[in-house]
């Protein structure tokens, strides 16, 4: 019964890549704009939900955008936001998932 989960370091060499991640790292300039453009919708959307399945989802593209970002474009997306605060409620959480999100 498999889990969902590819292993990076367990991934055969000729498994075909994803073409959207393909793209978010070719494609610099409109990764960034992606990322200017949704960031404070789903913090907003992640902020103002009640259910846990559409805060998990929205944390997960936080974290993906997180990563795709360079430093200057994170400043830029994370000045207006209250993070910290946040990440606190996060650490409170009872749920794991927000909790591991909240220490990524």
Not at 27 to 33: D, Q
Not at 82 to 93: D, E, F, N
């Amino acid at each position: 019964v498999g889990t969902g989960c590819v292993n990076l370091a367990t991934r055969p060499p000729n498994a075909t890549r994803d073409a959207r991640i393909a793209c978010l790292k070719e494609e610099r300039g409109l990764a960034a704009e992606f990322i200017r453009n949704l960031f404070s919708v789903l913090y907003e959307v992640y902020s103002s939900s009640a259910g846990p399945s559409v805060r998990y989802k929205c944390l997960r593209a936080l974290l993906r955008m997180v990563y795709f970002a360079n430093g200057a474009l994170l400043r830029e997306v994370l000045k207006n936001q209250l993070v910290s605060s946040h990440i606190a409620g996060m650490m409170a959480s009872n749920d794991l998932r927000i909790v591991v999100g909240a220490l990524q």
